[in-house]
């Protein structure tokens, strides 16, 4: 997605081999029309596949899942990282661990928005090591309902998450794949010549 | 706003006189459709207010506040309730009680995105005590920035948060203000004959 990665090489900035910062647009501040943009794109990619709920993660998948969900016509859920005092009752959990934050969360969702019927597509803001897109894919599934696809906004394709999440037959679809964050440069795949 | 008091009526739980259930459509499962509305309607109420930047809060005030912005065509920040690893530097930060949660969380905003310049919009999905409203003001004031006004998705006017926001000068513009929840039933303030 073209806009997407001017976007990056404009306004991203890296922060080492592993940490793209892309808090001006995506992760704290939002540009609201460029999220427009990523839930056009997300909504074309899985046009065709009978989408009935979008499923993301709070906080910052909630902008790229609303935007794709209003673009399918579907309504969006957001799990938690963990339980509030009003939502304790028929709840689906699982444990996601964060690399970058170094912490595990139990995440959650109310078991009564997802069922047998749904074909849901899981939308996030990052890819790395694919543990937050395997915990939702768990969600789903013990809600007995099929992951359609996953939809990233930003891939790093260095790390083992695509792989993990190829291995397990989930189609990935990403806006950007990054190659390599080395010598605090930007390169994504296209240009080294990966496969797409 | 009729059709979120339509919404609020038709999907909306009263789990107590305190606690009103919105979670198929407002902060767990989401409807974009209403939401786009809600950004409509708030970007209609402050459109003469030359509105700079929306800021909110993870994670419920995310969707409402990022179709805020789009309709205002500004960007949108949200702020967390704790630190990352990634926003350490730069941060301006105030303290939020949560009574329904019971809990008390910093929240932070980096200082890179609100300035002395800026007219700032706030908004989240809930007004009770008015404390989160609160701590957003603190922040947008320690940047030296304007408050212009605070947009509200559902108030409860029997809290004393509106209260509290209007005795400190500011502007509340809520989309459907609840006047009780008791009896299990929700009474909109207008039919009760309020003062608007």
Same mark, same amino acid.
């Given at each position: 997605?073209?806009?997407?990665?001017?976007?990056?090489? !404009?306004?991203?900035? +890296?922060?080492?081999?592993? +940490? *793209? @910062?892309?808090?001006?647009?995506?992760?704290?501040?939002?540009? &609201?029309?460029?999220?427009?943009?990523?839930?056009?794109?997300?909504? @074309?990619?899985?046009?065709?596949?009978?989408?009935?709920?979008?499923?993301?993660?709070?906080? =910052?998948?909630?902008? &790229?899942?609303?935007?794709?969900?209003?673009?399918?016509?579907? &309504?969006?859920?957001?799990?938690?990282?963990?339980? !509030?005092?009003?939502? /304790?009752?028929?709840?689906?959990? =699982?444990? /996601?661990?964060?690399?970058?934050?170094?912490?595990?969360?139990?995440?959650?969702?109310? !078991?009564?928005?997802?069922?047998?019927?749904?074909?849901?597509?899981?939308?996030?803001?990052? *890819? %790395?090591?694919?543990?937050?897109?395997?915990?939702?894919?768990?969600?789903?599934?013990?809600?007995? %309902?099929?992951?359609?696809?996953? #939809?990233?906004?930003?891939? @790093? =394709?260095?790390?083992?998450?695509?792989?993990? *999440?190829?291995? @397990?037959?989930?189609?990935?679809? =990403?806006? %950007?794949?990054?190659?390599?964050?080395?010598? #605090?440069?930007?390169?994504?795949?296209?240009? /080294?010549?990966?496969?797409?």
């Amino acid at each position: 997605m073209d806009l997407l990665k001017q976007k990056i090489n !404009s306004e991203g900035t +890296v922060l080492s081999e592993h +940490v *793209l @910062k892309v808090d001006s647009f995506i992760n704290h501040q939002i540009d &609201p029309a460029l999220m427009v943009e990523i839930g056009k794109e997300f909504a @074309k990619r899985f046009k065709d596949n009978q989408i009935t709920k979008v499923l993301t993660i709070e906080s =910052s998948g909630i902008a &790229p899942g609303l935007m794709a969900a209003l673009e399918l016509s579907v &309504p969006v859920i957001f799990a938690r990282k963990r339980k !509030s005092l009003t939502l /304790v009752n028929d709840v689906l959990t =699982s444990t /996601v661990h964060s690399f970058t934050k170094n912490e595990t969360n139990e995440i959650s969702v109310s !078991s009564k928005f997802i069922n047998s019927t749904d074909n849901v597509l899981i939308i996030d803001d990052f *890819l %790395a090591n694919g543990q937050a897109a395997l915990g939702l894919a768990d969600l789903v599934q013990q809600a007995g %309902a099929n992951v359609a696809g996953i #939809g990233i906004v930003i891939e @790093k =394709s260095f790390q083992q998450g695509r792989q993990l *999440l190829n291995e @397990k037959g989930y189609r990935v679809e =990403s806006l %950007a794949r990054i190659q390599s964050l080395e010598n #605090g440069k930007v390169t994504f795949s296209e240009e /080294v010549g990966a496969t797409l």
